[in-house]
């Protein structure tokens, strides 16, 4: 019998590699830093299995170029909101993910972003090849986060991990938001499940933790973050959709919030003329949230782990929900 055929979006690790081979499988990846669509989309013609990344569309259109042969798809990623998930389900074809590994990666980046804009790090670092240090006490005050109020938008894994962190700062209270309470979450954190509304208005720190969805795409508007306290900041992590980034860049012409802090935006990579990049009070990361030798390991793990599942035809160990 031929070997299964994989296609992987990205390089995979040589461990990853290594297990692939000794399954026996037929293995195309790219390694380029940007796959075109089109070569993508021809690439994936006739293959058993897909190993996507968030920045890979795997859509009706994928499903079409890839066929009738494809059986899994498996994303080395815990958000899936660039899996067409109905029409893979249409389709019989079995959909994974990487829930949990990359949890502490992404919540410690999450309080790296709290903490780089409140106490204004980037701002500050780039003062001194300027030769602009200033010796006066009141220059470059930033803000402490004891005493603060945060609230975390989706108290998932992720949410949860910030708020735990959180508790070591010594915040006034974590507040958190979402579809329905999650209370067993809460009490471990101790987190108050507020509206949206509230959430928004009663917070120093406003924390985006949720999943992108039809109920999240474009949640923070212009007339969201005027809701928000003057000095209060916004930080995501989730995905650049749950702000609708326009807004975003006028609430901070406008200083009607005190700042930002993105690891992820629209599109990206964000482009180097992007109105963001004007604002001293915003700081950008390119969406490294798991990127930590750790988290990428294990993801790698659970990735192939659910493509070997798939190709076999058994249950995937971490589906994604439906
Ligand atoms: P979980 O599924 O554990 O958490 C997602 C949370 O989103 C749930 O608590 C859900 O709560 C909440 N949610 C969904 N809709 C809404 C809504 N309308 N309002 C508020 N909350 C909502 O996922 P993880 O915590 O593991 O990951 C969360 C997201 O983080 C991923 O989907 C991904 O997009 C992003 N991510 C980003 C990374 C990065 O590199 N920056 C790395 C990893 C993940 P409920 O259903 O109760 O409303
Ligand atoms: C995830 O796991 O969802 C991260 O965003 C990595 O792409």
Not at 83 to 106: K, S, W, Y
């Amino acid at each position: 019998m031929a070997p299964k055929k994989v296609f992987s979006s990205y390089f995979l690790t040589e461990d990853a590699q290594k297990r692939l081979g000794s399954l026996g499988y037929d293995l195309d990846q790219s390694s380029a830093d940007q796959l075109p669509r089109a070569e993508f989309l021809r690439r994936v013609k006739g293959v058993h299995g897909i190993i996507c990344d968030s920045a890979c569309q795997v859509d009706a259109e994928t499903l079409d170029a890839a066929g009738d042969t494809l059986q899994v798809i498996s994303t080395h990623s815990v958000g899936y909101n660039h899996v067409d998930l109905a029409e893979a389900h249409r389709r019989g074809i079995q959909t994974g993910h990487t829930p949990d590994v990359l949890t502490d990666a992404v919540a410690d980046l999450a309080l790296t972003l709290i903490l780089m804009v409140l106490r204004r790090v980037v701002e500050a670092a780039a003062v001194i090849p300027t030769g602009q240090w200033c010796n006066q006490p009141t220059w470059m005050l930033g803000r402490q986060l004891r005493g603060k109020a945060v609230g975390i938008v989706g108290l998932g894994r992720i949410g949860e991990g910030v708020a735990q962190r959180l508790r070591g700062f010594g915040v006034s209270r974590i507040l958190y938001s979402g579809r329905r309470p999650r209370e067993e979450a809460a009490l471990r954190v101790g987190a108050k499940f507020v509206s949206f509304d509230e959430l928004v208005r009663q917070s120093d720190v406003v924390c985006i933790c949720c999943s992108l969805n039809g109920s999240t795409y474009h949640l923070f508007t212009y007339d969201v973050f005027k809701l928000m306290k003057p000095t209060a900041v916004i930080i995501n992590i989730s995905r650049g959709g749950v702000i609708k980034q326009e807004d975003l860049v006028s609430a901070l012409a406008n200083k009607i919030i005190g700042g930002a802090g993105l690891d992820v935006m629209t599109p990206e990579p964000l482009p180097t003329d992007s109105h963001l990049l004007k604002y001293p009070n915003c700081v950008l990361l390119p969406h490294i949230g798991s990127a930590t030798v750790e988290a990428h390991e294990a993801m790698g793990h659970l990735c192939i782990d659910n493509l070997q599942a798939g190709l076999e035809g058994k249950p995937l160990p971490h589906p994604i929900p439906q």
